[in-house]
C-alpha cells in the first residue's frame, strides 16, 4: 500500500507563485512515475503534469504549459509542483497521484487519472482576481 499526502494549497492572487508538495511512502517511490491532476466542481481530474520515475520524462497539461514545473526528489520521497503566474482558471483542488507500472511513462496514457494507482487527499488552490 503505498501512501500519498499533497501539502502547499493555499489562498493566492493572480499572478503569483505557489509549490504544492507531494510526499509518498515507500522503499521504491523511485521506482512510480508521478502525476499532479486538478478538479473543478462537478467536473473530471485533469491532468496538470506528470513525471517519470527517473525525471527525465516530464509532461504538462496544455494550460500550464510554460508557467507549472514538476520535479521529484527520489530521496526524499516528494514530487514537487512549482505554480507561477497563477491565475483564477487555476482555482481547483488538485491531487497527487501515484503510476506503479514498470512500463516507460512515455508508453502510458499519463493524461488520464485511470492509469495511476495510488491517490492522496487533494489540496485546494484558490486564486483571487
Known amino acids: 500500500q503505498v501512501q500519498v499526502v499533497e501539502s502547499g494549497g493555499g489562498f493566492v492572487q493572480a499572478a503569483g507563485s505557489l509549490r504544492l508538495s507531494c510526499a509518498a511512502s515507500?522503499?521504491?517511490?523511485?521506482?512510480?512515475?508521478m502525476g499532479w491532476f486538478r478538479q473543478y466542481p462537478a467536473k473530471e481530474r485533469q491532468i496538470v503534469a506528470a513525471i517519470s520515475r527517473d525525471g527525465g520524462a516530464t509532461y504538462y497539461g496544455d494550460s500550464v504549459k510554460g508557467r507549472f514545473t514538476i520535479s521529484r526528489g527520489n530521496a526524499a520521497n516528494t514530487v514537487y509542483l512549482q505554480m507561477n503566474r497563477l491565475k483564477p482558471d487555476d482555482t481547483a483542488v488538485y491531487f497527487c497521484?501515484?503510476?506503479?507500472?514498470?512500463?516507460?511513462?512515455?508508453?502510458?496514457?499519463?493524461?488520464?487519472?485511470?492509469?495511476?494507482?495510488?491517490w492522496g487527499q487533494g489540496t485546494q488552490v484558490t486564486v483571487s482576481s
Open positions: 515507500g522503499r521504491v517511490f523511485r521506482t512510480y512515475h
Open positions: 497521484a501515484a503510476d506503479t507500472s514498470p512500463l516507460p511513462l512515455s508508453g502510458r496514457n499519463y493524461y488520464s487519472a485511470l492509469i495511476y494507482d495510488y
